[in-house]
């Protein structure tokens, strides 16, 4: 029962410095997203992939990119950290696009901190 | 805009008080709400959710949401918390293509 499963928990970066976070969810959902959570304003719609193949920006796509690499991973790229990037990022995953009312299924999080 | 307002950040309760947790959105389209829960050290996990019919909803672990919709709310509701209800609470209406979140109510229950 691993659901969505995401890598590392935990991450310390110096301001501009890049890395990848890994996101995997062995459900068959078709549907994945990348979130950001700040203290006082709930979820963040990052990035999100409808579907295998395709990608789209979400509500603060600035200064990172996705790849749908397969229907089973969606990874998120931070080129050039920056210490406004500081946050816990979530990843998630429903069986199609909320246009179907789907609930989401998400990992345990990505700490990560840009110093 | 599509927003999601929840009233309190902080709610601190003793065992077997009553939980009301507010919640207020703006949105145009067909309403579709939920409800998450995040136990501390957990990931985000459903709770319950309102698609459609009857607007009172049972969830899991003894909660309850009404949707309203003359008062656009959808309150989440427990007669009795235990202390394992520590966590925080969020809630979200269904936008076009994504879910628009509250900023979450951290509830603390005080054995």
């Known amino acids: 029962n691993a659901g969505v499963t995401q890598t590392p928990k935990f991450q310390v970066l110096k301001t501009g410095q890049s890395m990848t976070l890994q996101c995997a969810q062995d459900?068959?959902?078709?549907?994945m997203y990348w979130y950001r959570q700040d203290p006082g304003m709930g979820l963040r719609l990052i990035y999100y992939?409808?579907?295998?193949?395709?990608?789209d920006k979400g509500e603060v796509p600035n200064g990172y990119n996705v790849s749908r690499l397969n229907k089973r991973e969606f990874s998120l790229r931070l080129e050039s950290a920056a210490p406004s990037q500081t946050s816990v990022y979530f990843c998630?995953?429903?069986?199609?696009?909320?246009?179907?009312?789907?609930?989401?299924?998400f990992g345990d999080g990505t700490r990560l901190s840009i110093l | 805009a599509q927003s999601v307002s929840q009233h309190n950040h902080h709610v601190i309760l003793s065992e077997a008080a009553s939980l009301e947790l507010g919640c207020n959105y703006s949105?145009?389209?067909?309403?579709?709400l939920f409800w998450y829960v995040q136990y501390p050290g957990q990931h985000l996990q459903l709770l319950l959710k309102?698609?459609?019919?009857d607007p009172l909803v049972k969830g899991i672990k003894g909660f309850e949401a009404e949707f309203i919709k003359s008062k656009f709310s959808f309150n989440l509701r427990k007669p009795s918390v235990q202390w394992s209800d520590t966590a925080e609470y969020f809630c979200?209406?269904?936008?076009?293509?994504?879910?628009?979140w509250g900023a979450g109510t951290k509830l603390i229950i005080k054995p």
């Open positions: 979200a209406v269904r936008g076009n293509y994504q879910l628009i």
């Open positions: 459900m068959n959902h078709n549907s």
């Open positions: 992939s409808a579907s295998e193949g395709t990608t």
């Open positions: 309102y698609f459609s019919g």
């Open positions: 998630a995953s429903s069986e199609a696009l909320l246009g179907d009312s789907q609930p989401q299924h």
């Open positions: 949105y145009g389209g067909t309403v579709n």
